[in-house]
């Protein structure tokens, strides 16, 4: 168990609709970056925040959104969902901000839009 | 951007032997490289990680070893276990704050 929580653990939705998948990192950590995982993609990384603000951002949507709250815990929102938004979403926190520091994985949630 | 190659994609050995897995980094700038092993429908785990000024490191049966020069790095398992088959990721960190990972192995430990 790395500490991280992610919930809900499973989601099924349909096209279009919108959904919110919440992280608490693990205690101490002030970071947080949220991954997409699909089969033919890896892992792409998203956006990540260190102390409620955002400090960088990867190949995120603009249907998709996300924040980080001042008791530290991330939202990540995705809206006008299509097929191929069909994924693992992960999150993962480290004590600090800049990609040398070491990152702890979430147990993710399964995003199934039909 | 920092681009990150890994092969073998797959990869099968006796229990017992050794596999290794290799990766290869665009950005020069890059000096933090973790590993992750993922058991299917679980997280990431980290593994082991090497910083860019140190050219190995060792974790019992697992070490990483990094040629900056060369700008590659690799993962390797000694006396594999059938608790190692999983899929391994590599990723570095460039000099835009952000991990990126490569494509994955699926390692099977056979019997």
């Known amino acids: 168990d790395s500490g991280v929580t992610q919930t809900p653990k499973h989601l099924i939705t349909a096209t279009g609709q919108r959904v919110t998948l919440r992280c608490s990192p693990r205690s101490g950590d002030l970071s947080v970056y949220w991954y997409q995982q699909s089969l033919d993609q890896g892992l792409q990384f998203l956006i990540q925040?260190?102390?409620?603000?955002?400090?960088a951002k990867g190949n995120i949507l603009e249907r998709f959104s996300a924040q980080q709250f001042p008791d530290l815990h991330s939202e990540l929102n995705l809206s006008s969902l299509e097929l191929g938004d069909s994924a693992l979403y992960f999150c993962?926190?480290?004590?600090?901000?800049?990609?040398?520091?070491?990152?702890?994985f979430g147990p993710g949630t399964r995003l199934t839009v039909t | 951007g920092e681009n990150v190659e890994q092969h073998p994609s797959t990869l099968s050995v006796q229990e017992g032997d050794s596999a290794v897995i290799k990766c290869t980094y665009s950005d020069s700038a890059s000096n933090y490289f973790p590993w992750y092993k993922q058991e299917l429908g679980k997280r990431p785990q980290l593994i082991i990680d090497i910083r860019s000024n140190v050219g190995e490191k060792k974790d019992q049966r697992i070490a990483v070893t990094l040629n900056k020069t060369a700008k590659h790095f690799s993962l390797h398992i000694t006396e594999t276990q059938p608790e190692d088959s999983a899929v391994y990721f590599c990723?570095?960190?460039?000099?835009?704050?952000?991990?990126?990972f490569g494509t994955g192995t699926r390692l099977t430990i056979i019997p």
């Open positions: 993962a926190s480290s004590i600090y901000y800049g990609s040398t520091y070491e990152q702890y």
């Open positions: 925040y260190y102390n409620g603000e955002e400090r």
């Open positions: 990723a570095a960190s460039g000099g835009d704050e952000k991990l990126t």
